[in-house]
C-alpha cells in the first residue's frame, strides 16, 4: 500500500517537471522583444530588419550620395549594400528632415554617422526614448570637430568623444594617424568574432563612457600612442564601446569613434577599399548582427531559456533516478 501512495506522489511531482520542462523549451524558442511587444520565432530567418540611415543632418558620410559633405563616392555604398546581403532593408532620412517618433517607428536599427548639424534637444530625446524602449542604435562620431554635430547626442548616452586625433607610433599604415589594431587591442565578444586586425583612418576615442558599458576596441597601453594636437599619450583609450539594457531599457547602443574604416576610400592607395581593409568588414557585420539581436541573424537560443531547460531536464534525470532506487528497495 505504501509502495502505491509512493508511487502516485512521485508521479505528481514528475508530471509537474514534465510540464516545467515543457514550457522552459517552448519559452527558449521564442526571442526577446523588439521593443513593440512582438515576440519571434527563432525559426523566421526570413524576418525584414529594417535600417534607418540617418541622413537629415548633413552626415560625414551617407549612401544615397546625395545629403553629405564629403564626397559622394567615398560614402558608405559598399557598407549598404554588404548588409543588405546579411538580410537588413534600409530607409534613408532625408536632408531638412526632423527625427521624430513617427520617422523612428517600425524601424529595428538607426545609425548615425559623423552628422555635422547637431540634433535638437527633442530629436536627442525621441532618439534617447526610442532606444531605451528596444531600439539599437549605431553612433559614429570621429576625430576633432567631426563629432561636434553628435557630441551632445552622445553625451545622452553617457560618452563623451575626445575632439583630437590617435596616432599609432608602432602599429599603423605607413602614417602613425592610421593605426592597425590587433586582438591584444580587443575585447573577446561578440564584436570580435573572426577579427584579427583593424585598420583606422583618422580616429578619435571617448573620455568618458557610460556605466556598464563594454570596452570592445582600445589603443595600446605602453606608450606608443599619442594624441595629435595636446601631444599627451592616448594609452587604453576606448574607440568602440557597446552597451545594452542599461537603467532597465530595453534598447542597444554601439557607438565608436571612428567613421572611414568603412567607406568606399583607399587612401592609401593599395586598391583596397577601406570597408576590405583586414577584417573592417567583418567588424561590420558583427556589430549589425549584434544591433539586430535578438531577431533572427545570430541563431541558437537565448541562453535563459536553454539553461532552464537544461536545468529542468538534469531535475528530472535525478528524479528517476532516486525514483527508481526507492521502487527497487519497496
Known sequence: MSSFFISRKFGKILAFFIVITFFGIFF??????????????????ELELRVLFDESHIPGYGYTGLNTCLDNSTGYELFVSSMVTQGFIFDVVN?????????????????????????SVDEINTIYNWTSSGGSLL?????????????????????????DMIQDFDDHMGTPFWPVFDRSNLLNEEFSF???QLAMYGTSGFATVAPGSDRVLFTDNDNTTKWTNSLEYANNVP??????????????IAILGETNLWTNEDPDNNGILNYNEYDNS???????????????ISGGLPLEG????????????????????????K
Open 306 to 329: 536553454a539553461y532552464l531547460s537544461f536545468f529542468m531536464i538534469f531535475c528530472l534525470f535525478i528524479f528517476i533516478e532516486r525514483f527508481s532506487k526507492i521502487s527497487r528497495k
Open 239 to 252: 574607440i568602440i564601446c557597446k552597451n545594452s539594457y542599461w537603467n532597465n531599457s530595453a534598447g542597444k
Open 139 to 163: 553612433l559614429m562620431g570621429d576625430h576633432t570637430l567631426w563629432s561636434a554635430g553628435v557630441a551632445s547626442l552622445a553625451n545622452k548616452f553617457g560618452y563623451t568623444f575626445i575632439p
Open 95 to 119: 536632408d531638412g528632415s526632423v527625427i521624430n517618433e513617427s520617422i523612428l517607428t517600425n524601424h529595428d536599427i538607426f545609425i548615425i554617422c559623423s552628422s555635422q548639424t547637431p540634433y
Open 28 to 45: 527558449s524558442t521564442l526571442q526577446i522583444s523588439n521593443g513593440s511587444g512582438m515576440y519571434l520565432d527563432d525559426s523566421s530567418m
Open 194 to 196: 573572426n577579427v584579427q
Open 282 to 296: 567583418q567588424l561590420a557585420i558583427n556589430i549589425m548582427n549584434w544591433l539586430a539581436t535578438p531577431y533572427t
